[in-house]
Structure formats: structure tokens, C-alpha cells
């Protein structure tokens, strides 16, 4: 097989050389060109035919976003991983990035210690992503789920619903996402589709470092009906409301009888991620048993499939997205191999799978009716709990049960514009 040839595109001679050595060091990898700005890499696709684009964000002439765009217009499914700052600014253009079409991205070391640890760094994250997204991923350990029986069509990656109490059948109390490679996007067209009255919270891992989970939190926001917000130690989840792990933290739900909180902890990384998602799909299995809706989305590797396995053993369901609308189908694709899916959809159906579900048996019973006015969960009344998602906006009290406040409603509940969210 031949080997997989990169681009690598920065301004800096040193970082240059830093990623050719890091990559070369890998048998199955060629950098076949380098390049000091977008203009130079944009002249070069054509000579070199990469396999692979690393392409840093901050450069003269033609920074990264520009040339990206340009990319995707000649050549739209080459891949591209963005090479970026650990910072607010780098964050934020980072995202961009990955709006536009970047495939992935991988944060510049710094400050550890050395020009081998960051090679080792360089190597240790760029490698596995580059071999992910040409198809070469290293097989990962063998799992061994909880034998059960399985019917007809189990292989096909759908499995027969455990049996429930009869109360709880069909019911979904809260969801719960796990992402990573392609993410940012996936969960921009998934929350897109869902509504803002959803009638339980949602969770979600992506598998992001701090600041970037907050600026991602930020844009789901801002650009989806949705409340979103960064998950905080205590917060108390609210119908209509979805929290997103803060990076370098493991998340987990806890329940306190009807009240369910975010708890948060920087516990050993698992499936070399913190947070991880077998981490906060143990704690939803555990704190909802067959109440628990999972929908495992594009990412590399296998975080998600053990804590899938838990909550399917615990009567809860479990949605992936299909290989086609996947970046990298390594997450859902083992979830659907274990036999642990419902159903595997593209990304554009599942928010309606997911609305469909948490509906049903509820009906417009739990929407809020015209003319009222949601309740406020004052931050004051419940003991550790801070403002709920979005900068503090009005919420409503209560779980999964409870109707979801206005989304732009001003302290008092009094609807206001959308305005900039």
C-alpha cells in the first residue's frame, strides 16, 4: 500500500520541520510538500496530489480560513486538519474552520518541556487522524459485550429492545451524544433540527480541550433553537436544555429523586479522552435506566461503545449516525457492529428521530401553553446550582417533565427578540 502523502502548510520554518520530522517518523507517512502560506500550498495541490492537508490558521499573504475555502472549491473531499493555537482566538477561528468544511483539527503543542515531547505530541495527535481519515485507522482492542441474544439482523448493527417495565417503555427521560472527528458540524446540523420546546435535556461529549468546548457551547447557542451552554459542577438539567463537557473534564449525571445534576471531575482520561463518553453514558444508564435516549455521532476510535452497552442493558436505546454522513465512522461504526443501534441514520434524520422519541407519550401536554409564563429557576433556590445554560437566561424549574422556558425570555419571562442570542 502505498504511503499516505501530506501537505503541511505554516509559516514558521521551525513548526514546519517539527511536523515533517513527527510524520515522517511513521512508516506509512510521506510529506511530499511543504509551504509558507495558503498562495505557495494552493500551488502545490496540483504537483504534489496530497492525500492529506495540515494547514496552520495564522499566516501571511493567505492565512488558513481563506485558504481552506479555496481548497474545498477545487478539491472538496481532500482532507484538510487544521493546525491551530490553544487559545481563545485560535479556538474561535478553528471552529470557523471546521464550519467551512476542515475535516479535522489538532491543537500546537506548548510549553512541554522540549523539541522531542513535542514531536512525540505532534506525532501522538496528528498521526492517528491522518491514518483515521484515509481509511488506515490502527484496529482497535477487541470488545467483549455482555452476552445476550441476539436476533435476525442484529449483525446488520440493530438490535432487539431489551425488555422493560411497561411504565417505562417507549418513554426517554433525557439524551445523551457522544462525538468527536467532525463534530462541531455534526451537532450544528443535529441541533439545528431539534426544537427549542424539546421535552428533556441533552448532554453531550465532544471531544475537544477547554476553551474549545466553551467557544463550540457558544455557537450552538447562538446559531440553534436550542439553549446551550458548557456543563458546570451542580447545574440542574432543565427540559429544552443541553450542556456540553467542559474540556479536560469527565461529565456525569447525578440524581437527587425528581432532580438530575451535572458533576464534574478530572478522574484518569479513558479511551485516551477526557472527558470521555463511556464516562457520561455510564452515569445516564445509571441515573435513567431505560430513560436514557444515546446517539453516538462520527468520531474515531471506540470511546462510547462500552457505556452503550450499559445503557442498552439497562432498557435505554440507542441512535448512530451512518457511515455516509460520517467524517470518520469509527465511534458509530462500532456501536453498530456490536449490535447496540435501534437504527442508523443519516446526520439530517436524526434530530427528528431523537424529537420523535422524546415525544412520544407526552405529547403537546408538555409544551407550554400561549399566554403563560414559564417558571425561573433562580440560581438562589437551589443550592450550587448556577444559572442555567446561555449566559445565565431564565429556565424552567424542574426535569425532563418540565415545559422549557422562552428561549430569549428577559428576566420576568416577558418574550423578548432574538437579537444577537
Known sequence: MPDIRVLVVDDSVVVRRLVTDSLESDPDITVAAAAANGKIALGRLEQVNPDVVVLDIEMPEMDGLATLSAIRVTHPRLPVIMFSTLTERGARATLDALARGASDYVTKPANVGGVNVAKQRIHDELVPKIKAL??????????????????????????????????????????????????????????????????????????????FTDMLAKRLDAKTPMRVAEGTEAAVLVAGEAWIAPGDHHMTVR???????????????????????????????????????????????????????????????????????????????????????????????????????????????????????????????????????????????????????????????????????
Request: aromatic share 2%.
Open 134 to 211: 484515509c481509511g488506515r485507522s490502527v484496529a482497535p482492542a477487541p470488545f467483549a459485550p455482555v452476552p445476550r441474544a441476539v436476533a435476525p439482523g442484529a449483525a446488520a448493527g440493530l438490535r432487539p429492545r431489551p425488555a422493560v417495565p411497561a411504565e417505562a417503555a417507549g418513554r426517554v427521560d433525557v439524551v445523551a451524544i457522544g462525538v468527536s472527528t467532525g463534530g462541531p458540524a455534526a451537532l450544528e446540523r443535529l441541533f439545528t433540527d431539534l426544537p427549542a420546546d424539546l421535552p428533556v435535556p441533552v448532554v453531550v461529549v465532544q471531544h475537544m480541550p477547554p476553551l
Open 255 to 421: 440524581r437527587d429523586g425528581p432532580t438530575a445534576r451535572l458533576h464534574l471531575h478530572s478522574g484518569p482520561p479513558e479511551n485516551s479522552c477526557r472527558p470521555a463518553v463511556d464516562v457520561l453514558f455510564r452515569s445516564v444508564a445509571a441515573a435513567y435506566g431505560p430513560g436514557v435516549l444515546a446517539v453516538v455521532l462520527t468520531g474515531m476510535g471506540q470511546d462510547g461503545l462500552r457505556g452503550a452497552e450499559q445503557i442498552v442493558e439497562a432498557g435505554g436505546t440507542v441512535l448512530a449516525q451512518d457511515q455516509a454522513t460520517s467524517v470518520v465512522w469509527g465511534m458509530p461504526g462500532f456501536v453498530s457492529g456490536a449490535g447496540l443501534a435501534d437504527e442508523v441514520l443519516p446526520i439530517g434524520q436524526l434530530g427528528l428521530a431523537i424529537t420523535e422519541r422524546a415525544r412520544r407519550g407526552r405529547g403537546a401536554a408538555l409544551r407550554q401553553p400561549p399566554g403563560t409564563t414559564a417558571a425561573v429557576r433562580a440560581p438562589s433556590s437551589v443550592p450550587g446550582a448556577p444559572p442555567g445554560p446561555a449566559n445565565g437566561r431564565a429556565a424552567s424549574a424542574g426535569g425532563a417533565d418540565a415545559g422549557p422556558a422562552d428561549r430569549h425570555a428577559p428576566p420576568g419571562g416577558a418574550p423578548a427578540g432574538r437579537g444577537s442570542c
